[in-house]
């Protein structure tokens, strides 16, 4: 059965971090650029990064230098590091393949308080 499970969220102060993780189901994850969306109340979901398979990354540009995605093949898994949180970091994340649709998993909260 095709899966992402999203983990890793939680409140933290402005400047702290979190380290969020997505297991992906192998079918998903062996053959996709892989990626992190967030979506906060009343906008849309928006991409935060992504990762090619050989590892390539690019960022929507209010997370650079803060936000570092990766990923970990042998478990299946990508990770987003988060440092320097800001408050209108506060989302809803998500991963799903950059270029391909998968039903969304539930997604972990991550909430940046000022």
């Known amino acids: 059965q095709v899966q992402l499970v999203e983990s890793g969220g939680g409140l933290v102060q402005t400047g702290g971090s979190l380290r969020l993780s997505c297991a992906a189901s192998r079918s998903i994850f062996n053959s996709n650029t892989m990626a992190w969306y967030r979506q906060a109340p009343g906008n849309q979901r928006e991409l935060v990064a992504a990762i090619s398979t050989g590892g390539s990354t690019n960022y929507v540009d209010s997370v650079k230098g803060r936000f570092t995605i990766s990923r970990d093949n042998d478990k299946n898994t990508v990770y987003l590091q988060m440092n320097n949180l800001k408050p209108e970091d506060t989302a809803v994340y998500y991963c799903?393949?950059?270029?391909?649709?998968?039903?969304w998993g539930q997604g972990t909260q991550v909430t940046v308080s000022s």
């Open positions: 799903n393949a950059r270029y391909s649709s998968y039903t």
